[in-house]
């Protein structure tokens, strides 16, 4: 399973979700930063998983299929992602 996380520079629920993270031990597969990305592939990325806020985090299976997906930072359901894709929380 792979977790991306999409987010935005100057984003208050951003940057509470990376010290939530962070705070938690947990490193996402890949990190889209919509402020900063010139690559085509993340636009289309965001595009493809119909990323409307952010942050945003996806996990998907090992065919790149979705299985869950969740904007936001409420810990209850970050927490039930991240124990999907098979994290240890503290």
Same mark, same amino acid.
Request: proline share 2%; net charge positive; with cysteine.
């Given at each position: 399973?792979?977790?991306?996380?999409?987010?935005?520079?100057?984003?208050?629920?951003?940057?509470?979700? #990376? *010290?939530? !993270?962070?705070?938690?031990?947990?490193? *996402? #597969?890949? %990190? %889209? /930063? &919509?402020? +900063?990305?010139? #690559?085509? /592939?993340?636009?289309? &990325? *965001?595009?493809?998983?119909?990323?409307?806020?952010?942050?945003? !985090?996806?996990?998907?299976? #090992? /065919?790149? +299929?979705?299985?869950?997906?969740? *904007?936001?930072?409420?810990? +209850?359901?970050? /927490?039930? !992602?991240?124990?999907?894709?098979?994290?240890?929380?503290?």
């Amino acid at each position: 399973m792979k977790l991306i996380v999409f987010k935005q520079d100057h984003c208050p629920a951003c940057k509470m979700l #990376d *010290a939530y !993270l962070v705070q938690c031990g947990i490193e *996402a #597969d890949q %990190i %889209i /930063n &919509l402020s +900063k990305t010139m #690559d085509e /592939n993340d636009l289309v &990325l *965001a595009e493809r998983y119909s990323i409307k806020k952010t942050p945003t !985090l996806v996990l998907l299976d #090992d /065919n790149g +299929k979705e299985i869950d997906k969740y *904007a936001g930072v409420g810990q +209850k359901r970050i /927490n039930s !992602l991240l124990l999907k894709r098979g994290f240890t929380l503290i």
